[in-house]
Every structure is written in structure tokens, then in C-alpha cells.
């Protein structure tokens, strides 16, 4: 019986992870397959567990702080995060949360600091942002949420003005806003206050230039898709799984 990993989420066909593994699996002749779990509601995932051939799912929107709920047990780190996106099947069919998007995140980010990095604005609270977030406080970055519906401790669009885009040199934009096929949407910032000091870092990979990278570039600013973070939480996945 042949190994299965697998991603789970909800509208998924657009999936990275599925063509990222099944190359993987084909150049490294490795007996396994990875299927998409496609799941309309969380709950299904009681059905899904039955399938005793799986080894190791990873967990992508809307799922990735509902799934927590179904667990048996959460790494630490997963657990300060509050949001799960690898899952860990142990000898006793137990289910183990992991997070390897801080870690994907973290390693694609480094590259492009440099010392005047500071500050940071994360577009967008979903369970991606939380990664995000304890990312940047492993690095020594502050940083503050910027939302449609903030909270007392977070910034709402309408709060951006000229003084905050110039205090907050890295921006991170973990909305969908730009995914194919709505690549013309962006987060709604004020762009005309960034500059060649600014890193723009975007979460999405499809398109592999957003509408959002292409608006920091004109201003001269620092960009950088999703698709690197993505490679390194993939291969941290499969370390977890077969640890």
C-alpha cells in the first residue's frame, strides 16, 4: 500500500503542495502519493482520518486554526502560534500539529533584511498571519496587524498615513487580495509614501508577480513572492513527517 500525503483545505485544485510532492516523490523514487482533500466543512476531516494509508497531511485556508480542535496533541511552537499547517500521523494513528510556515517564512525573509528593518505591517489576521507574526518576534522585528475589522491593538487601512508606511519598512501581505485569477486586487495602502527603503513581501505565488509586488517595484521598493517560503515549509513538512 502505497504511502499517502496530502493537503487539506477548501478550493484547492490551484495547490502547490500536490505538484511539489508528486514531482518530489517521482525524482526521488519514493513509493507514496499526495492527493488534495478537498473539504467543504472542517468536520469531514473525522471521515478522512479513517484512511489508516495516510502519513502526514499539511493544512492550508480556511483550516489551519479550525483543525486544532481535532488533534491530539500540538508541537510548541505550533501551539504559541495558534495555527496548525503540517499534521504528523504517529505510530498510534495520533494526529500531532505542526507549523513550518514561521520556518519557510523566516528563512526566505533573511536574505532581503538589512539593519534599518525595524518595523513591520502584517496585511490580514487569518492563521497565515500568526506564523507570520511569531516569525518576526524570533527575529526581533515589531510589528502591528493591519485589518478590515481591527481590534483594539491592530491598525485599520484607513489608519496608513505617510508617517506609518515611513516607520514600517517591511510590509507582508498575507491576504488572498491578487490570487490568480483576481490579479488585479491588492491590499489598499498607500503606496505613493513607499520607497527604495521598503521590502514588500507577499505570501502569494500565482501569480509569481502580484498586483501588490508590482506597485511596491514602481516606488523602488524590495519584493518577493510566496513561492520560496513555500519550497522550505514543504521540505520541513516532509522532515516532520518522517522524523
Same mark, same amino acid.
Given at each position: 500500500m502505497k504511502a499517502t500525503y496530502g493537503l487539506l @483545505?477548501? %478550493?484547492i485544485s490551484y495547490s502547490f503542495s500536490r505538484s511539489y510532492f508528486s514531482e518530489k516523490f517521482i525524482q526521488e523514487r519514493l513509493t507514496c502519493e499526495y492527493l488534495n482533500f478537498d473539504l467543504k466543512e472542517i468536520t469531514e476531516f473525522k471521515n478522512l482520518i479513517k484512511n489508516s494509508a495516510i502519513k502526514g497531511l499539511n493544512v492550508t485556508i480556511p483550516y489551519k486554526e479550525e483543525i486544532i480542535s481535532y488533534l491530539d496533541d500540538l508541537?510548541?511552537?505550533?501551539k504559541e502560534i495558534g495555527a496548525v499547517n503540517v499534521i504528523k500521523f504517529d505510530?498510534?494513528?495520533?494526529?500531532? @500539529?505542526? %507549523?513550518?510556515d514561521y520556518f519557510g517564512f523566516t528563512e526566505s525573509l533573511?536574505?532581503?533584511l538589512n539593519k534599518n528593518i525595524k518595523k513591520a505591517l502584517i496585511l490580514g489576521t487569518g492563521g497565515a498571519s500568526?506564523?507570520?507574526a511569531y516569525a518576526l518576534q524570533q527575529l526581533?522585528?515589531?510589528f502591528i496587524f493591519v485589518s478590515r475589522n481591527p481590534?483594539?491593538?491592530e491598525l485599520s487601512y484607513n489608519d496608513l498615513d505617510e508617517d506609518i508606511i515611513h516607520d514600517y519598512k517591511l510590509i507582508i501581505n498575507c491576504t488572498p487580495l491578487g490570487t490568480h485569477p483576481n490579479i488585479e486586487s491588492y491590499p489598499d495602502i498607500p503606496y505613493e509614501y513607499v520607497n527604495e527603503n521598503h521590502i514588500f513581501y507577499d505570501l502569494?505565488?500565482?501569480?509569481?508577480?502580484?498586483s501588490f509586488m508590482k506597485k511596491g517595484k514602481t516606488q523602488g521598493a524590495i519584493v518577493s513572492n510566496g513561492q520560496q517560503m513555500l519550497i522550505l515549509q514543504a521540505e520541513k513538512a516532509w522532515e516532520i513527517w518522517n522524523s
Amino acid at each position: 500500500m502505497k504511502a499517502t500525503y496530502g493537503l487539506l @483545505g477548501r %478550493n484547492i485544485s490551484y495547490s502547490f503542495s500536490r505538484s511539489y510532492f508528486s514531482e518530489k516523490f517521482i525524482q526521488e523514487r519514493l513509493t507514496c502519493e499526495y492527493l488534495n482533500f478537498d473539504l467543504k466543512e472542517i468536520t469531514e476531516f473525522k471521515n478522512l482520518i479513517k484512511n489508516s494509508a495516510i502519513k502526514g497531511l499539511n493544512v492550508t485556508i480556511p483550516y489551519k486554526e479550525e483543525i486544532i480542535s481535532y488533534l491530539d496533541d500540538l508541537d510548541p511552537i505550533a501551539k504559541e502560534i495558534g495555527a496548525v499547517n503540517v499534521i504528523k500521523f504517529d505510530t498510534n494513528q495520533k494526529l500531532i @500539529g505542526y %507549523n513550518s510556515d514561521y520556518f519557510g517564512f523566516t528563512e526566505s525573509l533573511k536574505p532581503l533584511l538589512n539593519k534599518n528593518i525595524k518595523k513591520a505591517l502584517i496585511l490580514g489576521t487569518g492563521g497565515a498571519s500568526k506564523a507570520i507574526a511569531y516569525a518576526l518576534q524570533q527575529l526581533n522585528i515589531s510589528f502591528i496587524f493591519v485589518s478590515r475589522n481591527p481590534d483594539f491593538n491592530e491598525l485599520s487601512y484607513n489608519d496608513l498615513d505617510e508617517d506609518i508606511i515611513h516607520d514600517y519598512k517591511l510590509i507582508i501581505n498575507c491576504t488572498p487580495l491578487g490570487t490568480h485569477p483576481n490579479i488585479e486586487s491588492y491590499p489598499d495602502i498607500p503606496y505613493e509614501y513607499v520607497n527604495e527603503n521598503h521590502i514588500f513581501y507577499d505570501l502569494i505565488y500565482n501569480p509569481e508577480e502580484t498586483s501588490f509586488m508590482k506597485k511596491g517595484k514602481t516606488q523602488g521598493a524590495i519584493v518577493s513572492n510566496g513561492q520560496q517560503m513555500l519550497i522550505l515549509q514543504a521540505e520541513k513538512a516532509w522532515e516532520i513527517w518522517n522524523s
